[in-house]
């Protein structure tokens, strides 16, 4: 996979700009506050849908302005693929895929498939679940729409559940609570299904990619919480047995207490939780190590390696772990932001050269 331009009209300070890409690496270099994590934001958009920066699409939007539009042209061992978004100040977007416009943002997926690493990628290994199922949730989205959409009809069925777990009436929630459970053990199989099999790729991958990092000095380990086996009907009946096994305790807490919505990652290094005893360059190894594990299981899946993003991936890592990382990515269209190409880690790497300026390319 290989993003071949990149257009930004009234994106954050992007007034009016264009990328062209090269097929291996480009770094993309400036002061802070320049546009530099915005020129790579604006890609993974694209791919996925998602922001790692903001929660409402209209804050990308340069401010003043009413519309702000992104675009994209890549090619792939599927072919060209053109995909654009437009975001509106009244809160809407217009979704085009190959010239032709979608209602549903899961259609996005599969086009432009990237891997974004970034700083705040560090929530991953630092905070909450929540953080670690962010992480599960666009990873297996990328591979899997079906999996997006039985996600959201999941999360969806939770809220509904949960509002009826608050009801005062217990005879109608007993009553009711079959009736959510039946629907809901279709898509509670289907996510915790999907994150089985990709947790128990990505612990191998990641493993791999740490012990590369690190040369070998460091062993990363990788593995879910919550296991549900066998085939598909056997899940379901599972979870509909676990599920009413829980409802006097979720009568009581006023919402569900199992599910893929508590689901974690446990990730160790050297046997100790890395959360509470990585340094903070450990922990950053470790975040970047599960990307580099993602990309090798989006390449699986698709033949080829996706677009590599790392948005200031270098900082507070040694220049043993940088010169590493350059070489892990050789042969794989990598995106990578920094203030400066230092020469005892960029010598001897080819790389297209973008310095970016209050919004603009310095050509």
Known sequence: MQVKNLTLKNFRNYRDEYFEFDGG????????????????????LLATGYSPRVRKDKQVITYGEEKSEIKLEASSNYGKVEVALSYYARGDKKIMINGVETKRIGELFGNVYAVYFSPQELKLIQESPEDRRRFLDIAISELSKKYFYSLVKYKKIIDQRNKLLKEADRDMVLDTLPIWDE??????????????????KLSPEAEKAHAYLTDGKETLSVSGTVKYYGERDDVVEQVKQDLMNSTERDLVLGYTTIGPHRD????????????????????????????????????????EYPVLILDDAMSELDVARQKRILEKVEGVQTMITCTGTDASVFGGTDYKLFNVSNGSVVR
């Open 25 to 44: 690496i480009n770094v993309i270099t400036g002061d802070n506050a320049q546009g530099k994590t915005n020129c790579v934001e604006a890609v993974f």
């Open 183 to 200: 629907q809901l053990a279709e898509y509670f199989a289907d996510v915790v299904i999907a994150r089985n099999s990709f947790i128990e």
């Open 264 to 303: 974690d990652l446990k990730i160790t290094l050297n046997g100790e939780d890395v959360r509470i005893f990585g340094s903070q360059g450990q922990q950053r190894t470790a975040a970047l190590s599960l990307k580099l594990a993602e990309l090798e299981i989006l390449k699986s899946q698709y033949g």
